[in-house]
T-cell receptor
Framework: AQKVTQAQTEISVVEKEDVTLDCVYE???????LFWYKQPPSGELVFLIR??????QNEISGRYSWNFQKSTSSFNFTITASQVVDSAVYFC????????????FGTGTRLTIIP | EADIYQTPRYLVIGTGKKITLECSQT?????MYWYQQDPGMELHLIHY???????EKGDLSSESTVSRIRTEHFPLTLESARPSHTSQYLC?????????????FGPGTRLTVL
C-alpha cells in the first residue's frame, strides 16, 4: 500500500518570504515516482515535477526547488522569494512502478501569499 | 504543455437529468483517468482506462459510468444527476503503456446539481 502525507493543511506567508511544503511518503516498492502538482484557484492541476526513486539529486527550477531524501522518505518543495501568483493548493503524489500504476495523492497544502 | 480538454467547464443542472462530461486528449496517450474532487480537497480516482475498450472502477465508488471507444476520448456519464454529485471532475491522461509516465490534467468540470 502507498501513502502520501502532507501534514501542513494551510500555510500563509508574506510575499518575498521563502516557504517549504513538506511531503512524506510510504511505499514498499523500490522503484517509484514522486510528483508535485499545483492547483490554482481556477481549478486545473498543473504538473510541476517528477522524480524517480533512484535519483536523489535535488532540483532547482527558477524560484522552485525540490529536496528528495530517501532516508527520511521525504520530497519537500521550497519556493524562494514567494509571489502572489504562487497562491494555490499544492499536491504531492506517488506512483509505484510495479504496482497498479495509480497515483496516490496527498491531501494538499493550501498556500496563501500575502501581498 | 498538455493537450487535454474538458467540456463543459461549468454545468448547473437539475436533479434527475442525464449528463455527459467530455474529455479528449491529443497526445496519443493510452491511459486516461477521471478524478472527483471537492474544491481544494483531495482527489479521488473514480474511473480509469488503459486503452480502447478497457475501463475500470477507481478507488472511490461512483454512480457514473465511462466508455473508451476511441483512444483520444473518455467521456463520463451520469444517468440521473443528484445533489450529492456536485463536485469538480478532473480528467487526466498519461502514456506510454509500458512505462510509468506523468499524468496531465484537463481544466476540470465544475458540476452543480440543484
Amino acid at each position: 500500500a502507498q501513502k502520501v502525507t502532507q501534514a501542513q493543511t494551510e500555510i500563509s506567508v508574506v510575499e518575498k518570504e521563502d516557504v517549504t511544503l513538506d511531503c512524506v511518503y510510504e511505499t514498499r516498492d523500490t522503484t517509484y515516482y514522486l510528483f508535485w502538482y499545483k492547483q490554482p484557484p481556477s481549478g486545473e492541476l498543473v504538473f510541476l515535477i517528477r522524480r524517480n526513486s533512484f535519483d536523489e539529486q535535488n532540483e532547482i527550477s527558477g524560484r522552485y526547488s525540490w529536496n528528495f531524501q530517501k532516508s527520511t522518505s521525504s520530497f519537500n518543495f521550497t519556493i524562494t522569494a514567494s509571489q502572489v501568483v504562487d497562491s494555490a493548493v499544492y499536491f504531492c503524489a506517488l506512483i509505484a512502478r510495479f504496482g497498479n500504476e495509480k497515483l496516490t495523492f496527498g491531501t494538499g497544502t493550501r498556500l496563501t501569499i500575502i501581498p | 504543455e498538455a493537450d487535454i480538454y474538458q467540456t463543459p467547464r461549468y454545468l448547473v443542472i437539475g436533479t434527475g437529468k442525464k449528463i455527459t462530461l467530455e474529455c479528449s486528449q491529443t497526445m496519443g496517450h493510452d491511459k486516461m483517468y477521471w478524478y472527483q474532487q471537492d474544491p481544494g480537497m483531495e482527489l479521488h480516482l473514480i474511473h480509469y482506462s488503459y486503452g480502447v475498450n478497457s475501463t475500470e472502477k477507481g478507488d472511490l465508488s461512483s454512480e457514473s459510468t465511462v466508455s473508451r471507444i476511441r483512444t483520444e476520448h473518455f467521456p463520463l456519464t451520469l444517468e440521473s444527476a443528484r445533489p450529492s454529485h456536485t463536485s469538480q471532475y478532473l480528467c487526466a491522461s498519461s502514456g506510454p503503456l509500458a512505462g510509468t509516465d506523468t499524468q496531465y490534467f484537463g481544466p476540470g468540470t465544475r458540476l452543480t446539481v440543484l
